[in-house]
């Protein structure tokens, strides 16, 4: 090997990269994370804020597609397909239908699980001694509706999540008033999961971590990389438009984008750009304390630093397109019919990329015949909550110190 800049490159700043980057530092490797950007700009900055420790539910399920026609012939529906692209997901589509089995369903669950788990403890370990302890609240997470029938935990869904040992239980109407006064009196039903976390600003959040990650050593590089090369003597190359860099080791934790750097090493890898949206309300005149979820129209409504935060649904446009912000807006109408008191005139949108694999498994591990070669991307709907674990994942792999899980679920061929 030649001249070296870093032990390891952490090649993207997204919350999973950010956690990546300060897990290697904490095992003694010199780190550089790298990106175009600043820290937790993309995607980690405008999500629901849910730190989802129970999550084990994966976004196929069986008979989900019943649901489809409906929510696509809906324009304010959860679910929009920019039709000129439905032939490139093809083959991805078809293995997400395939991942929704019965049979395949437990081990899914397991593997979602054992990533999301222990990762609220972990970020309350990552924001002690930073000043920052508050951006993380204990809550519970509060499914509501407004059908008259009990919510049915019998159904799959729910039995997957109770022979888990996810705390559930089914609320009334006036139970999830009591907890959060200000939801509508048209909602009759619920369930709710305690022992949840949620941060009230997702963005500040990765940049706080990653703040303390500079503090204890991590470089950070602003570049965008236009390629990896591996070295002939080990070890890799970025090539950038602000220079080249050289490590042993190289972790691509480049979320939605981290599919077409694999590609030059002959790794087609399923990933779909699930595109979803935000509204902030400014000056919402409601408080949460919890983040609540709306079964009925499938979004997730939070008290934030900045506002109200309403958030969700899925598009698939392909990662270039540019947003359809009437995707956002339509969480006007949505949640205002859930928190009659919101105040709704001043409002600010935004769309982010979910770097989503067909089972909702993230994929973290070594690219095969490539040693050094670490990849942790395509958390979907639960990077947020997933980053800390996956940076502990590979900085055990790294430094020949795996963890005890078993990680095949999460491999890149899988598929
Ligand atoms: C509407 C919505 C709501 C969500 N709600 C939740 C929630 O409540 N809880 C939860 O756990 N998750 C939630 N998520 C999912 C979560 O936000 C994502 O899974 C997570 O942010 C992905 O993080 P990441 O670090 O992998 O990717 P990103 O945050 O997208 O980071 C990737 C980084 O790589 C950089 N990069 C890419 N390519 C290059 C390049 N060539 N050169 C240099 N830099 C590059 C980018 O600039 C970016 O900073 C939500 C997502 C959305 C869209």
């Not at 997204?14 to 003694?28: H, R, T, Y």
């Amino acid at each position: 090997m030649t001249h070296q800049d870093t032990d390891v490159l952490v090649l993207g700043a997204g919350i999973v990269g950010i956690c990546n980057a300060i897990a290697l530092n904490e095992k003694g490797f010199n780190v550089t994370l790298v990106d175009r950007d600043e820290p937790s700009e993309a995607t980690s900055f405008g999500n629901a804020g849910v730190i989802s420790q129970w999550a084990c539910i994966p976004q196929s399920m069986p008979g989900l597609w019943k649901k489809v026609p409906k929510w696509l012939l809906d324009p304010s529906g959860p679910l929009s397909i920019r039709w000129s692209y439905f032939p490139r997901m093809l083959p991805w589509l078809v293995e997400f239908l395939k991942s929704g089995s019965v049979e395949k369903l437990p081990a899914i669950a397991d593997a979602m699980l054992n990533l999301n788990r222990p990762n609220l403890d972990l970020y309350k370990q990552l924001l002690k001694g930073t000043g920052h302890e508050n951006l993380i609240e204990d809550c519970s997470y509060v499914f509501v509706t407004r059908s008259k029938t009990k919510m049915n935990l019998e159904t799959l869904e729910w039995k997957l999540r109770r022979e888990r040992g996810v705390p559930i239980q089914a609320i009334t109407g006036d139970e999830a008033r009591e907890l959060e006064p200000d939801l509508s009196p048209s909602i009759q039903n619920g369930v709710l999961i305690n022992g949840q976390g949620r941060t009230t600003n997702p963005g500040r959040l990765g940049k706080v971590i990653a703040e303390k990650a500079i503090a204890q050593g991590v470089k950070y590089f602003k570049a965008e990389v236009k390629r990896i090369v591996p070295l002939t003597n080990g070890g890799y190359e970025i090539v950038t438009d602000n220079g080249n860099k050289q490590a042993s080791k190289l972790v691509l934790t480049a979320g939605v984008w981290s599919a077409k750097l694999l590609k030059d090493f002959g790794v087609n890898v399923l990933l779909e750009a699930e595109r979803g949206y935000h509204l902030i309300f400014k000056e919402p005149d409601v408080t949460l304390k919890n983040s609540i979820l709306d079964a009925d129209n499938k979004f997730v409504s939070s008290s934030m630093e900045m506002g109200m935060r309403s958030a969700g649904t899925a598009e698939f446009a392909g990662v270039d397109a540019p947003p359809n912000y009437k995707r956002a807006l339509i969480f006007k109408d949505h949640a205002k019919s859930l928190f009659p008191k919101l105040n709704t005139s001043s409002v600010q949108e935004w769309m982010g990329r979910r770097p989503s694999p067909p089972d909702s498994v993230p994929y973290i591990g070594e690219v095969p015949g490539y040693p050094g070669l670490f990849y942790g991307f395509g958390h979907a709907h639960l990077g947020l909550t997933g980053a800390p674990m996956t940076g502990r994942m590979i900085a055990g792999l790294a430094s020949n110190q795996p963890l005890n899980i078993d990680m095949t679920p999460y491999r890149l061929d899988r598929f």
